[in-house]
């Protein structure tokens, strides 16, 4: 709860338990002058918002009760029925206001400020979620950058589509959110880019999510020198808004026609795991079920958006906004979730992508038969020991460069993204155990280390950032390449 959040609540709820319990009177015009000050405090510097209901109807019932100060003396079972009455409404008051709160994101440590815009991709292709054939595939891209601008217009914290997507997944209004407006993103809306080429990661952000849940993790890399494209995987993340206002959001329907059915794919994995076969035993198995599981045709689409943004990076930087500042011969690939194996998919297909990262996403698909031919880094969550690791069969083969597989303790799924601070209960976010401002700090030193290491060449002891943070588990496997080139240095 904000500050004059706390004061409204306490004080009407402190009034109200000395009028009740203890008789104690205090002349109308100062309980009422203080009350009403408290709240045109809070509507003034803090304003309105639906999860303080309660307790503005905790206030309006101290209001009441001050101005018209009974003097006849509550008999004990009605006391009681009013202690139990406030009771209840104090829970509700502190409940709502702390399950959501207007939180607090960690503002960007690195050199650089950090600014926003987004770009309209529209594509010759077919759009396949819609039912209309005409339907062409088309994108909103938030692309993050570094400025030295440190003013400016704040960036809203999430756009309306996806405020209204992720009201809808829950069934609730889609007012519910409005109170984002008065999150400090620490990052400036449309602010100028800062005169340097950057190199450039394209981000692909969870199933059912969007990019714009990962502003402590996004502002963060970007601080420290790089020009993220966060990709909105169209009816597939919660939520879109494009330039005319329009909204599009998660397809429920396309979403059970395409994994009707398919569970059936995965099952002899899940008994794989569950029996006492050894890895040689089981690989196959899971082998199989990486390669055929519906969720791999979904990654392979998710590529494909991936690499339509870096065939256009020649062009923006060739003109426009970002003229000049996009260093794109060093082009890196990182996702979370479902966008990690995308970008460990468009990470496989595209050759010029030097680096890529998957954050907590199985790999779906092909890779289980391949390596991947430049280095690549793998961060898990950590999960417990009885689920399954596909990832271990999917990723076999690792690299021909490098292979780094790291794991950050008492993380869990969601610790990658903002919903540990906008859900501040572990048992309600599922992002472990760990302090969330913690996790993106070891998650985001990981990612830039690593790009900074293969897209800015920078000499990186990835044996002395193991050792900085006890939570955190780096494992470096050197591959064919990196072997040979070794070898005929000496």
């Known amino acids: 709860m904000q500050l ?25 015009t100062y309980i009422s002058g203080v009350l009403i000050f408290v709240i045109l405090l809070h509507f003034l510097f803090e304003g309105y918002r639906w999860q303080m209901l309660f307790c503005y109807l905790i206030w309006l019932i101290a209001l009441i009760t001050g101005i018209k100060q009974s003097q006849r003396k509550s008999k004990t079972i009605i006391k009681f029925f009013k202690g139990f009455g406030l009771a209840i409404l104090f829970v509700l008051g502190v409940f709502f206001p702390s399950v959501l709160p207007v939180f607090d994101l960690p503002q960007p440590k690195g050199p650089y400020s950090v600014g926003t815009t987004d770009i309209l991709l529209e594509l010759d292709r077919e759009e396949i979620i819609t039912e209309n054939k005409y339907d062409k595939r088309k994108l909103m891209i938030k692309v993050w950058y570094p400025t030295n601008d440190k003013v400016g217009e704040m960036d809203l914290y999430v ?29 400036f809306r449309n602010a100028s880019v800062a005169d340097k080429k950057f190199p450039v990661l394209v981000f692909s952000h969870g199933y059912n999510s969007k990019a714009n849940n990962y502003y402590a993790l996004l502002s963060q890399i970007v601080s420290e020198g790089y020009v993220v494209f966060a990709v909105n995987h169209t009816y597939e993340s919660t939520g879109t808004t494009f330039p005319d206002g329009s909204e599009v959001y998660f397809n429920y329907e396309y979403a059970q026609k395409i994994e009707s059915g398919t569970w059936k794919n995965m099952e002899p994995v899940i008994e794989a795991f569950k029996g006492n076969l050894s890895f040689e035993e089981r690989h196959p198995i899971v082998k199989k079920g990486l390669k055929t599981y519906f969720v791999r045709k979904m990654v392979e689409r998710w590529a494909k958006d991936i690499t339509d943004v870096i065939d ?13 500042k996009l260093d794109v011969e ?59 690791d596909l990832n271990s069969h999917a990723y076999i083969n690792k690299s021909q460069s490098a292979f780094y597989e790291a794991r950050i303790l008492n993380t869990g799924h969601s610790s990658f993204m903002d919903i540990p601070f906008m859900i501040p209960f ?16 070891i998650t985001s030193k990981l990612v830039t280390s690593f790009f900074d290491s293969y897209l800015k060449k920078k000499t990186i002891d990835f044996n002395l950032l193991d050792s900085e943070y006890d939570q955190l588990n780096l494992k470096i496997y050197r591959g064919k390449l990196v072997k040979e080139n070794l070898s005929n240095s000496m």
Do not use: M
């Open 330 to 388: 060093n082009i890196g690939v990182f996702g979370h979730s479902r966008g990690g194996g995308a970008a460990g998919e468009a990470f496989l297909s595209d050759n010029r992508i030097k680096a890529g990262v998957n954050i907590d996403g199985v790999q779906w698909g092909r890779i289980v038969d391949t390596s991947f031919q430049n280095p690549f880094l793998f961060i898990s969550a950590d999960w417990p020991k009885e689920k399954e």
């Open 426 to 441: 572990k048992s309600l976010s599922q992002a472990g155990d760990i302090k969330p401002k913690l996790g993106i700090e």
């Open 4 to 28: 004059f959040e706390i004061l409204l609540l306490s004080s009407s709820i402190t009034y109200l338990v000395l009028n009740l319990f203890f008789q104690i009177k205090i002349k109308k």
């Open 312 to 324: 256009n990076i020649d062009s923006w930087n060739t003109s426009g906004f970002f003229k000049g």
């Open 159 to 187: 756009d309306d589509g996806g405020r209204h997507g992720f009201a809808q997944k829950y069934g609730l209004p889609n007012s519910t959110f409005n109170y984002l407006d008065k999150v400090n993103t620490h990052v």
